[in-house]
Nanobody
Framework: QLQLVESGGGFVQPGGSLRLSCAAS????????IGWFRQAPGKEREGISC????????YHKDSVKGRFTISRDNAKKTVYLQMNSVKPEDTGVYYC????????????????????WGQGTQVTVSS
């Protein structure tokens, strides 16, 4: 059964950087778009970035645009989220997910549209 494992989370000061990774157990990334989601304490899970199956299309929510970058390496079965200039409001549990969704002209970041999820990795931004 397909498994997704996130890693790279941790504690970081405001203005710092982290790179999250999402590793898949099978070579199926080629057929799925990947989304990164986060859930802050007491809040709903929100989609922040997605990348198409080919990697040719990417979308970043306004709140992270210019600071976060999503990328994928299908040969390594891994998707990344480079987080720069982090802010305290970026704190939360970060999840990656696979879905047969669009991520170009009409990016799909509704969690209900994604089929497979990782267990999440905690990111804490604090001074």
């Amino acid at each position: 059964q397909l498994q997704l494992v996130e890693s790279g989370g941790g504690f970081v000061q405001p203005g710092g950087s982290l790179r999250l990774s999402c590793a898949a157990s099978e070579f199926i990334l080629d057929y799925y778009a990947i989304g990164w989601f986060r859930q802050a304490p007491g809040k709903e899970r929100e989609g922040i970035s997605c990348i198409s199956s080919s990697g040719g299309s990417k979308y970043h929510k306004d709140s992270v645009k210019g600071r976060f970058t999503i990328s994928r390496d299908n040969a390594k079965k891994t998707v990344y989220l480079q987080m720069n200039s982090v802010k305290p409001e970026d704190t939360g549990v970060y999840y990656c997910a696979l879905g047969r969704v669009g991520c170009s002209r009409y990016p799909q970041l509704d969690p209900a549209a994604y089929d497979y999820w990782g267990q999440g990795t905690q990111v804490t931004v604090s001074s």
